[in-house]
């Protein structure tokens, strides 16, 4: 089984590294200038897990699986390295924020996924994976169970990936947009501004193409922001520090309907 990672950030560095920890035939495509790097240098995972790892990085042929972890702006980009390199038997796994991305997707042999981890880029060929969380949910399917089953992480083949990508997105959505907008980690949001957590939550909840129990998730989304470190910060808050390309429309311009969502939203596309 062939399996291709394009994105060498938290996400697809961490488990690009993981997959070919677990002796997977495993390619990392990123950034021409990260490919090379990684390939004479290898790729470092630190943190509560330390270990490095050699990669490859050249794209070659046609893959059983493709895991898409970029941000939402990169879709364009990647569409071609599809085309080429993949056909109708390929799994295409997109492991985004938000669930705008997939009507972009619908051409390949789609199946839908989210993940929960806590990771940066810490260096070009350093990711941190800062706390123990991980939890992976796919859309249930015989190659991706195959693919998991051969290494030691945490996942869920899901029945209901709709719902599931939803709970991460009632989450995320939050929470970027909150730690975004005060300039403030996660943990200070939830200590500080959960009313306006919760008043977040609600809207999205309204808006939600799948009936959800409000209290149940709001209870859920507070306790996980609680047990995050003090200092926890969101990839879309990191990306506005550092004057990067954000995914606020991804995110928040799907919600920005929603009058209480929209305040936040304008002042967010005026960042300073």
Request: glycine share 4%; with cysteine; proline share 2%.
């Amino acid at each position: 089984m062939k399996i291709l990672v394009i994105g060498a950030g938290g996400v697809g560095g961490y488990l690009a590294a993981k997959f070919a920890k677990c002796n997977l035939d495993t390619t990392l495509f990123a950034t021409p200038k990260t490919n090379e790097f990684i390939k004479k240098n290898g790729l470092k995972i630190t943190g509560v897990e330390e270990f490095s790892i050699c990669l490859k990085t050249t794209l070659q042929g046609i893959y059983d699986i493709i895991i898409i972890a970029t941000k939402a702006y990169h879709l364009d980009d990647i569409i071609p390295i599809l085309k080429k390199h993949s056909n109708q038997n390929t799994i295409v796994l997109p492991l985004l924020n938000g669930v705008g991305h997939f009507e972009k997707l619908k051409e390949f042999n789609l199946k839908k996924g989210c993940i929960y981890i806590v990771s940066h880029k810490e260096d070009i060929n350093v990711i941190n994976k800062k706390t123990d969380t991980f939890y992976l949910c796919y859309e249930k399917d015989e190659k991706l169970d195959k693919l998991f089953s051969n290494c030691d992480l945490k996942v869920k083949s899901s029945e209901n990936i709709d719902s599931d990508i939803w709970k991460k997105y009632l989450f995320i959505a939050t929470f970027a947009t909150l730690t975004s907008y005060y300039k403030k980690s996660m943990r200070w949001i939830v200590d500080n501004k959960e009313n306006e957590v919760v008043e977040f939550v609600k809207r999205m909840i309204k808006l939600a193409p799948i009936q959800f129990d409000e209290d149940k998730e709001i209870t859920r989304i507070i306790k996980q922001a609680k047990n995050l470190p003090l200092d926890s910060k969101t990839s879309m808050q990191l990306d506005f520090e550092n004057n990067n390309p954000t995914e606020l429309e991804n995110l928040v311009g799907y919600l920005s309907k929603d009058e209480f969502i929209n305040k936040y939203y304008k002042e967010l596309k005026n960042y300073k």
